[in-house]
Nanobody, 124 residues
Framework: QVQLVESGGGLVQAGGSLRLSCAAS????????MGWFRQAPGKEREFAAG????????SYGDSVKGRFTISRDNAKNTVYLQMNSLKPEETAVYYC?????????????????WGQGTQVTVSS
């Protein structure tokens, strides 16, 4: 069982930056691929970024490439999402997820554990 707790959300102006953190419980964090998803009101949950268990492979959704960076610190059981040049349409709840497979996955179905989410609001 893995518990995930996101933090770092908040209100930011368009063009600003935020860094989200996701702290994981358990001693097997380094064996999990991790991902960030987001869900805006009335929309489906979408993939934002993912990272393999080792951190050697990363992937991003098309809309965030070049602006978001996912990273992980296995010693701290934490995964991060640095978000730059934020846009109002990126207002959403951002979720951290863990996959028991080591390989990076981009599909929601590939993840086994989810956090409660953190709200990100981008004002225009």
């Amino acid at each position: 069982q893995v518990q995930l707790v996101e933090s770092g959300g908040g209100l930011v102006q368009a063009g600003g930056s935020l860094r989200l953190s996701c702290a994981a419980s358990g001693r097997t964090f380094s064996s999990y691929a991790m991902g960030w998803f987001r869900q805006a009101p009335g929309k489906e949950r979408e993939f934002a970024a993912g990272i393999s268990a080792s951190g050697g492979t990363r992937s991003y959704g098309d809309s965030v490439k070049g602006r978001f960076t996912i990273s992980r610190d296995n010693a701290k059981n934490t995964v991060y999402l640095q978000m730059n040049s934020l846009k109002p349409e990126e207002t959403a709840v951002y979720y951290c997820a863990a996959s028991t497979g080591r390989a990076l996955v981009t599909s929601i179905r590939g993840y086994d554990y989810w956090g409660q989410g953190t709200q990100v609001t981008v004002s225009s």
